[in-house]
């Protein structure tokens, strides 16, 4: 069972576009945060939100925690090539244990 | 360099044949994990270790084992691969979370395991 569903699967736009990626799920987590994998890597950490309703920005990318710590979003502003890559939201599971489940991954295509 | 290794990176075996994946931190992080990757389904964990000698299964853990003998390392062992476990495995480590806390898990360069 995939806890966390993003949206779109794929996305392909030209520079210059925004874009917004979702992330959602029926569970509550404690925290959730944003990587990007770009081919041959392994993930990358952008951003970790903790509090309902929370927004973050860094640069051009806004990322934003439901209030009910349920979803979450990633819009870019002006997309350029180099935010090609795939991104990944994952949720941490309330509990006293280490559990994090990752999304399912929006594959993103920015051409020049 | 703060880092995680994995090795090897690239590995083709054939269905039954023991294999060993490495993987190692020098952060001195308590927390250590594997993940699976396949598309359409995102990263997916296998096991987990909150500190030596503690581990516990992830979401699929069928045909994998794993030790935790020392700190910085968390070897993913495959008793008799199957095709099925073929896919990009990454191993990743981070701080122990504190109640209330979340933490950043550093991923290493991932092993792309082809079994046939």
């Known amino acids: 069972t995939q806890l966390l569903e993003q949206s779109p699967q794929f996305l392909s736009i030209q520079e210059g576009e925004n874009l917004t990626v979702y992330c959602n799920s029926s569970s509550v987590f404690s925290s959730l945060q944003w990587y990007r994998q770009e081919p041959g890597e392994g993930p990358v950490l952008l951003v970790t939100?903790?509090?309902?309703?929370e927004v973050k920005k860094l640069k051009r990318l806004t990322f934003q925690f439901g209030d009910a710590r349920k979803d979450s979003s990633l819009h870019i502003t002006a997309a350029q090539p180099g935010d090609t890559g795939l991104y990944l939201c994952?949720?941490?599971?309330?509990?006293?244990?280490?559990?994090?489940?990752f999304g399912t991954g929006t594959k993103l295509q920015v051409i020049p | 360099e703060a880092q995680v290794t994995q090795n090897p990176r690239y590995l083709i075996t054939v269905t039954g044949k023991k294999l060993t994946v490495t993987c190692s931190q020098n952060m001195n992080h308590e927390y250590m994990s594997w993940y699976r990757q396949d598309p359409g389904l995102g990263l997916r964990q296998i096991y987990y270790s909150m500190n030596v000698e503690v581990t516990d299964k992830g979401d699929v853990p069928e045909g994998y084992k794993v030790s935790r003998k020392e700190k910085r390392n968390f070897p993913l062992i495959l008793e008799s691969p199957s095709p099925n476990q073929t896919s990009l495995y990454f191993c990743?480590?981070?701080?122990?979370?504190?109640?209330?806390?979340?933490?950043?898990?550093?991923f290493g360069p991932g092993t792309r395991l082809t079994v046939t």
């Open positions: 994952a949720g941490a599971i309330p509990g006293g244990y280490q559990k994090v489940t």
């Open positions: 939100v903790v509090t309902g309703g």
């Open positions: 990743a480590s981070s701080l122990s979370r504190r109640a209330g806390g979340y933490y950043e898990q550093y």
